[in-house]
C-alpha cells in the first residue's frame, strides 16, 4: 500500500479492512438467555439470526455495519492496518473525524464497560498499556441509516426482535446515550440534506403561517449547517465547538439546545419549527406547533433516543448581524482579590442578560477567562457595559492581565478567530460533567456567596448561554425544563481520566464528582442542570434535568413507545429499567 492511499482512508475503510478483526473481539462472549421483561442483546440465543439480518439487510439502502472502537486498527496483526491505527491516533482528539467513525465516541470514556467483577472492556489509542482491544459499549452491528425508509426498517427490526437499540449521531453526548454494550446501533450521521425555505410552512398550520427557515437531515453537524447558512446570508442558532462538529438535528436539539447567541435570538427548543420524525411503531410522522403538538412539546428539551428518531428539523433562520467580541484573561493577586473580581463577574451577568450577551468562561480559584459576544452591539455601547467588570478585573488582576474588546463583521468571521482555549482539547478525553444554572436571582441577590463556591472548586465553566431572549418564553411552551427560563448560564464542573485506569480510579473520580455537586447545588435552590451537559450520578436526575416537567413528560413517553423501545441512562422513562437499560425493574 502506497502512502498516498494510505492518507486518503476514510474512516469507512478502516470499518472494511477490520472485518477480519471481529472474531477476536468477541471472543469472551457469554450466551445467557433472556427472559421476557429483558431485552435482546448481542450474543444472547434470543439474537436474530443471520438469515434475520439478511432479511433486515435486503431492505435497507446501505449494508449492515459493523462497529468498532477506533483505535481498534492499532491492535491489529495485518500489516495493511498500521497506516489505518495511525491515522486513527493522528485524529484521536479531532471531533469531526472522530464523528465519521461509527463506533468512536467523542468522549471516549463512553466507548469502555465495566464489568461487574470490575474488569474494564475497552480499546486504547495507547498500545503500550499492553491490554487487548475490548468492545466495551460500542454496539457491534448497525444500519448505516440514509433515509427515512432505512430508519423505519431498523426500528421495525428492532422492535419485533426486542433488541436493546441505541440511536448514535455524532457520539457527543456527555452521559453515553449514544453508546451501549451488545445492543443494536441506527447510525443518522450520513443524513446530511440541507434545504433553505423563504415561505415555510408548517404542516397543518394556517395559510398565513411563512417562516424563513431551514430544514436540516438528521445527521447534519452544526459545521456544515453553518457554512450553507452562511452562504445564504442568514443565520440560524446553533451550538459552538472547536470542530463544530455536534450534531444540530439529534440529541442537541432534543436536549434543549443552547448556544452563545440564544440571549439574543432563545435557544434551539425555541426556534424549531417542525421535526419530522419514525416513531416506536416505525412511523414517519410530522410533529410542530399544529400537527401532533403534544409530542412536539416532549420533543423540544424532553431528551435524545426517548420519543421516536427525527428525520429532520426544521429551524427559523434569522438575519447575519455584526456584533464585539469582549475578550479577558486575569490572575487574580489574591484569594481576596479572586472573590472581589469573581463576585463582580457573576453579578455583570445580570447586565449583561439583559443586553442579549452571550459566550463562554472558564475559572480556577486564582484565574478567570471569558470570551463573550455582544450581538448587533457596536464596540463603543458594548466598551460602555462592560467598562465597570473591566475596571475592577484591573484592580484585581496582575500585571498582565488582557482586557480587548473586538469588532467582528458577524458570528462567521468569529468561527474563523483563533481564540485561546484555555481548557485543552474538548474532544478525545475521559470525563464525565456535573452542571447547575446560574439563575438570575442568584446572579442578583447572592454573588458574593455563589463567588464563594464557584472559587472552592478546582475548575468551574460557565456557559452564558441563557438570560436575555431565553427569559422571555413561556416556561410552558416545551417540554424544557422550565428553570431555563429563569436561567442565565449553564456552570459545569469535571472529572477526568485516562487509558488504561482501572475501575477503581474511575469510581474515585465518579465519587469526587458527586461530592462537588454537591458544593456546586449550593448555588442553586432548584438542583436544575441542563440534561446535556450533565452527571450519570444526580441524586434526582427528574428534578434535576426536567422539574415539575417529568411527569408530563413521561405520560406522553408511554403514550408514543409503550414498550421502551428508546431508553437512554438517566432519560425520561429510564426509571422503569435496571442500571444497564436492559430490563424492567
Ligand atoms: C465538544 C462538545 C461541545 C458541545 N457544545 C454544545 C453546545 O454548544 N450547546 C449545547 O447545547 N450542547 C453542546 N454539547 C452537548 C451536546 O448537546 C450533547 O452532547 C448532545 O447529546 C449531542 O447530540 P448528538 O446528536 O450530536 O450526539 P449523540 O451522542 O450521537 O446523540 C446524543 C443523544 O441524542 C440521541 N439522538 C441522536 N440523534 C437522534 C435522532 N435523530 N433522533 C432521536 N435521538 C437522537 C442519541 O440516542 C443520544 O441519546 C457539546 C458537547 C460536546 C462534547
Ligand atoms: C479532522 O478530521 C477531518 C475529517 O477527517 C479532516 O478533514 C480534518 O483535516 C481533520 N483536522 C485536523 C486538524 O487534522
Ligand atoms: C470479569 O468478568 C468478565 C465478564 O464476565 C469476564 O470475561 C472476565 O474474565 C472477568 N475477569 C476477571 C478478572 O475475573
Ligand atoms: C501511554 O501509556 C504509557 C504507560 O502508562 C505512558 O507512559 C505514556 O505516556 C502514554 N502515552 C500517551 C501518548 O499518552
Ligand atoms: C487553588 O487551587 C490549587 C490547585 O487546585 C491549590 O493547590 C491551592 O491551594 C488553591 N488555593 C487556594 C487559595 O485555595
Ligand atoms: C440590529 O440593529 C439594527 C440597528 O440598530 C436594527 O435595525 C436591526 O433590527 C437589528 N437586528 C437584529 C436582528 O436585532
Ligand atoms: C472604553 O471606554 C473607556 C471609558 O469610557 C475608554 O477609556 C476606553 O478608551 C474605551 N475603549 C474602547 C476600546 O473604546
Ligand atoms: C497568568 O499566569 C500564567 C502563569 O504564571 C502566565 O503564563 C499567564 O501569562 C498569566 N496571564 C495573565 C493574563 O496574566
Same mark, same amino acid.
Given at each position: 500500500?502506497?502512502?498516498? *492511499? ?20 468477541? /471472543?469472551?462472549? *457469554? ?28 431492505? /435497507?439502502?446501505? $449494508? ?8 481498534? $486498527? ?8 498500521? $497506516? ?7 485524529? &484521536? ?10 463506533? &468512536?465516541?467523542?468522549?471516549? =470514556? ?32 448497525? @444500519? ?29 453526548? +456527555? ?30 398550520? $394556517? ?25 445564504? =446570508? ?11 462538529? @455536534? ?23 425555541? =426556534? ?12 414517519? #410522522? ?19 433516543? *426517548?420519543?421516536?428518531?427525527?428525520? *429532520? @428539523? ?53 484565574? /478567570?477567562?471569558?470570551? +463573550?459576544?455582544?450581538? =448587533? ?6 466598551? &460602555? ?16 492581565? /488582557? ?12 468561527? !474563523?478567530?483563533?481564540?485561546? !482555549? ?69 456552570? +459545569? ?57 417529568? !411527569? ?15 431508553? @437512554? ?15 424492567? #425493574?
Amino acid at each position: 500500500m502506497t502512502k498516498a *492511499t494510505t492518507l486518503e482512508k476514510s474512516p469507512t475503510s478502516i470499518m472494511k479492512s477490520l472485518k477480519a478483526l471481529l472474531p477476536l473481539l468477541f /471472543l469472551s462472549q *457469554t450466551v445467557i438467555s433472556n427472559s421476557n421483561s429483558c431485552k435482546c442483546l448481542y450474543g444472547q440465543s434470543c439474537w436474530p439470526s443471520s438469515d434475520a439480518f439478511n432479511a433486515l439487510a435486503s431492505k /435497507l439502502s446501505q $449494508p449492515l455495519i459493523r462497529p468498532l472502537p477506533p483505535a481498534s $486498527p492499532c491492535y491489529s496483526l495485518i500489516p495493511e492496518d498500521a $497506516p489505518v491505527c495511525s491515522e486513527a491516533q493522528a485524529n &484521536a482528539h479531532n471531533g469531526t473525524w472522530l464523528s465519521g467513525v461509527p463506533g &468512536a465516541y467523542q468522549n471516549t =470514556n463512553f466507548e469502555a464497560y465495566i464489568f461487574p467483577n470490575n474488569t474494564v472492556s475497552a480499546c486504547y489509542f495507547n498500545t503500550t498499556l499492553g491490554g487487548t482491544c475490548g468492545q466495551g459499549s460500542v454496539p457491534p452491528l448497525g @444500519v448505516d441509516a440514509r433515509s427515512p425508509e432505512d430508519i423505519q426498517a431498523a426500528v421495525n427490526f428492532a422492535r419485533e426482535h426486542n433488541l436493546k437499540l441505541v440511536v448514535k449521531n455524532t457520539g457527543h453526548d +456527555y452521559l453515553g446515550r449514544s453508546a451501549a454494550r451488545d445492543a443494536f446501533m441506527i447510525w443518522t450521521h450520513h443524513m446530511k440534506s440541507i434545504d433553505f425555505h423563504d415561505d415555510f410552512a408548517p404542516e397543518g398550520a $394556517p395559510d398565513t403561517e411563512k417562516h424563513e427557515a431551514v430544514t436540516l437531515g438528521a445527521g447534519v453537524q452544526w459545521s456544515e449547517a453553518y457554512a450553507a447558512a452562511a452562504a445564504q =446570508n442568514k443565520y440560524v442558532v446553533g451550538g459552538i465547538s472547536d470542530t463544530g462538529s @455536534v450534531g444540530a438535528a439529534g440529541g442537541w436539539i432534543l436536549g434543549g439546545g443552547h448556544s452563545a447567541f440564544s440571549g439574543k435570538f432563545g435557544l434551539g427548543v425555541d =426556534n424549531v419549527l417542525q421535526f419530522t420524525l419514525v416513531n416506536a411503531k416505525g412511523e414517519h #410522522v410530522t410533529a410542530n406547533a399544529h400537527t401532533n403538538p403534544t409530542l412536539f412539546w416532549a420533543l423540544r428539551g424532553g431528551g435524545g433516543g *426517548t420519543f421516536g428518531i427525527t428525520t *429532520t @428539523v426544521t429551524y427559523r433562520t434569522h438575519p447575519i448581524v455584526p456584533l464585539t467580541l469582549a475578550l479577558a484573561s486575569v490572575n487574580f493577586t489574591s484569594p481576596d482579590a479572586a472573590q472581589r473580581g469573581i463576585t463582580e463577574y457573576i453579578h455583570t451577568h445580570v447586565t449583561l442578560s439583559d443586553k442579549q450577551w452571550g459566550g463562554y468562561s472558564f475559572l480556577t480559584n486564582s484565574t /478567570l477567562f471569558f470570551g +463573550y459576544f455582544a450581538p =448587533n452591539v457596536s464596540l463603543p455601547d458594548a466598551n &460602555a457595559t462592560i467598562t465597570p467588570l473591566f475596571d475592577v478585573l484591573k484592580e484585581v488582576g496582575e500585571e498582565g492581565i /488582557l482586557t480587548e474588546l473586538i469588532p467582528v463583521e458577524s458570528f462567521y468571521a468569529l468561527l !474563523n478567530l483563533q481564540v485561546p !482555549n484555555p481548557a485543552g482539547p474538548q474532544v478525545g478525553n475521559k470525563v464525565e460533567l456535573s452542571s447547575r444554572f446560574l439563575s438570575r436571582d442568584t446572579a442578583l441577590n447572592r454573588a458574593e456567596e455563589t463567588a464563594r463556591t464557584l472559587l472552592s472548586l478546582d475548575f468551574v465553566a460557565i456557559n452564558y448561554v441563557a438570560g436575555g431572549a431565553v427569559l422571555q418564553v413561556d416556561p410552558e411552551s416545551a417540554g424544557l425544563n422550565p428553570a431555563w427560563r429563569n436561567a442565565l448560564a449553564q456552570v +459545569y464542573i469535571a472529572e477526568n481520566w485516562q487509558d488504561g485506569d482501572s475501575a477503581d480510579t474511575i469510581h474515585a473520580a465518579q465519587q469526587r464528582l458527586r461530592d462537588n455537586t454537591a458544593i456546586l447545588d449550593r448555588i442553586s435552590t432548584d438542583s436544575a442542570a441542563y440534561l446535556n451537559e450533565a452527571s450519570l450520578h444526580e441524586v434526582d436526575f427528574k428534578k434535576a434535568f426536567w422539574g415539575p416537567h417529568y !411527569n408530563r413528560l413521561k405520560k406522553i413517553k408511554n403514550s408514543v413507545d409503550p414498550t421502551g423501545l428508546f431508553v @437512554v441512562p438517566r432519560g425520561v422513562g429510564s426509571d422503569d429499567w435496571d442500571e444497564e437499560l436492559v430490563c424492567r #425493574v
